[in-house]
């Protein structure tokens, strides 16, 4: 779609944007979001109960929004679907999920809506808050057999080969820019995953009802990866990921390769547990097994917050349960 076709149609997008201890960047990303040259958009809001008191800043920063106030952390993919429930209707033609630890050029929304159409997903170049010359995204593929990302160049200088349009296998929900039509065709977020692994999920099952995904390099984003959730190596990304990743795989794949990634998994993840300990990171070494029990026993959903999984005064691990925050699924 060219831009003065773009002109004529005006697709209108809703915003979907989940908060959650968002203080320190919220007024940031609304400065941002305010300069952003798409006018045909509505912003869909919901605060995941943040105890920094993010959540009571969200009206006066956007007066405009369509705002949820949870009453406790439900988790990023039952967020997303109470958003999705309030703004998937007749007048919506495309949704875009966006992280609040971000910022925009002003014209990323146009040139997303101007690569997209009713059959394209559509994501960003991301770069990194940090360093404006890194790429901070999972874009690329995916190894279903080692259930990890491949060809994302995340972390490595942006550069030729993150400066062409290209389809791509899977993509981050950090910006992704989707066809209102896919959460028919596809379904809404799985919540038993809830967070880390939701998007993975989603696109590949975009992928199977006929959808592709094209990463557009002119839509340029910029993200604090971690910025809600404690950091990129925070026990409680170590928990959802670790946890999330086999119930992801088993979900995609047969049986067989499934039983090859369950060697490669476990394998690597006492690896990493018997490197903690030597370390006495107790707090990663806790999350990790946290995880593995977790999922092998069908624990699902979300169940714990950032708080629960945090380092402990204690110098051994407690490798006991923490206040849920949600429920067995």
């Not at 007048?91 to 992280?99: I, S």
């Not at 018997?274 to 069908?298: E, F, M, P, V």
Request: charged residues 25%.
């Amino acid at each position: 779609m060219s831009f003065d076709r773009l002109r004529v149609t005006r697709p209108t997008v809703a915003i979907v944007v989940v908060n959650y201890n968002g203080d320190a960047f919220i007024e940031e990303f609304a400065a941002s979001l305010a300069r952003v040259s798409y006018s045909d958009r509505h912003l869909f809001l919901v605060d995941n109960a943040s105890p920094d008191g993010s959540g009571q800043r969200l009206r006066p920063l956007f007066p405009d929004a369509d705002i949820v106030e949870n009453e406790r952390n439900l988790g990023l993919a039952p967020a997303i679907n109470q958003a999705l429930g309030r703004c998937l209707d007749d007048g919506t033609d495309y949704v875009l999920l966006l992280n609040s630890d971000t910022t925009h050029e002003p014209d990323f929304l146009d040139r997303l809506v101007a690569a997209a159409d009713e059959r394209t997903i559509v994501v960003p170049k991301v770069l990194a808050e940090h360093d404006h010359a890194l790429i901070n995204t999972h874009a690329g593929g995916f190894d279903w057999t080692r259930g990890v990302f491949a060809d994302t160049h995340d972390g490595l200088p942006d550069g030729p080969a993150t400066s062409q349009r290209r389809e791509i296998e899977t993509a981050s929900f950090c910006c992704m820019l989707i066809p209102a039509a896919a959460f028919k065709d596809a379904g809404l977020m799985d919540e038993r995953l809830c967070m880390y692994y939701e998007d993975t999920d989603f696109v590949a099952r975009c992928r199977n009802a006929g959808y592709r995904v094209v990463f557009e390099p002119s839509a340029v984003v910029y993200h604090r990866e971690g910025g809600s959730s404690g950091g990129k190596e925070s026990p409680f990304k170590h928990y959802y990921a670790t946890r999330n990743r086999p119930y992801l795989v088993r979900k995609h794949v047969g049986g067989g390769r499934y039983a090859v990634f369950t060697l490669y998994f476990l394998a690597t993840r006492l690896g990493r547990m018997a490197s903690y300990a030597a370390k006495r990171d107790w707090a990663l070494l806790r999350a990790q097994t946290l995880a593995l029990r977790d999922y092998y026993t069908g624990r699902m959903g979300m169940t714990y917050g950032p708080a629960d999984l945090a380092p402990r005064p204690e110098p051994g691990p407690e490798l006991v349960e923490g206040p849920a925050q949600g429920s067995r699924r």
